[in-house]
């Protein structure tokens, strides 16, 4: 039997040759307890070769070791003043994220040409801040090309960062235009959206009790690192009329617009476009009253520039 297991072993015994030399004529199988073996599951290993088998369980949970110390040693201070390289390094922190920034932005300064004679608009925001805190001046506005102002907003918030993406803003809006003046209180959110949509949401209520909300939209898609087009919406809600500016109640007015811009440079970009605007419900109907139309379609041209 020892000769055949090491037949076996080296490749000279075939397993059903190893069956064949083995002699179990004088084993008494009286003494086996078949028993156990019967009580036994069969495992078929070919399926799982660790079947049968009993695994050690995973710890629950590791220990967790404590962070070390921050340093309070500079290994500059060995060298240089210590005094010198404190306000070094203060400038370093103001530099990367505690500077006073400021953007001056015209998103548009466009010419409109449309049926009953062409006209004029403008956007655009100026903000001083840091990360978090900033004061911004928001002013936009519209008239007829060598007649008059149809209307003028300008707006003083202040803007607090509330996560990286969002923004809550509040202040005072004056409208110059139409009369009789109004000056509002705001409050609202702006930021960007998933798949980045630029939102903004305002509520305005007067020094006269009335009530709007106004919900612009707007995505800049890439054709290429230089070619830009851009759909912006508009919405304007009143919580009441007020015939006097010839706004009604609910949805009073709705702005569409594509235009396609070409950044010359980052900072400065021409674009062309159309523009859709249309008053609803008692809104057109004070429009009509006042001689007006209700809806206009505009090609327009124009700049938009930022420093």
Do not use: C
């Amino acid at each position: 039997m020892r000769v055949a297991a090491i037949l076996m072993l080296g490749g000279f015994l075939t397993p059903s040759a190893w069956s064949q030399t083995m002699d179990h004529s004088h084993m008494d199988h009286r003494q086996m307890d078949h028993g156990a073996h019967a009580a036994q599951p069969a495992v078929d290993r070919s399926v799982d070769p660790h079947a049968g088998h009993v695994m050690p369980a995973a710890p629950t949970s590791m220990p967790v070791a404590a962070p070390p110390p921050i340093p309070t040693d500079h290994a500059a201070d060995a060298l240089y003043d210590p005094a010198v390289m404190a306000r070094a390094r203060a400038a370093m922190i103001r530099e990367n994220g505690g500077m006073t920034f400021s953007q001056l932005m015209i998103d548009r300064a466009e010419y409109r040409a449309h049926k009953g004679g062409d006209s004029y608009h403008w956007e655009g925001e100026g903000w001083i801040g840091g990360d978090i805190n900033r004061l911004a001046i928001k002013s936009e506005g519209e008239g007829a090309v060598g007649g008059a102002l149809h209307s003028a907003e300008v707006q003083a918030l202040y803007s607090r960062a509330i996560d990286p993406w969002w923004n809550l803003i509040a202040g005072v809006r004056h409208d110059i235009r139409p009369q009789p003046q109004r000056s509002y209180a705001t409050i609202g959110i702006d930021g960007l959206a998933p798949y980045w949509f630029e939102v903004e949401a305002q509520a305005f209520l007067s020094d006269r009790g009335d009530a709007h909300l106004r919900i612009e939209g707007s995505y800049d898609q890439r054709i290429t690192q230089r070619l830009i087009l851009q759909p912006a919406a508009e919405l304007n809600v009143a919580a009441q009329d007020v015939p006097e500016l010839g706004i009604g109640a609910g949805l009073s007015d709705v702005e569409l617009g594509l235009r396609l811009r070409y950044e010359l440079a980052r900072e400065f970009a021409p674009y062309v476009g159309i523009n859709w605007e249309r008053r609803v419900g008692d809104s057109a109907r004070f429009a009509r009253a006042a001689g007006e139309g209700a809806s206009t379609t505009s090609l327009v041209m124009g700049l938009r520039f930022w420093f």
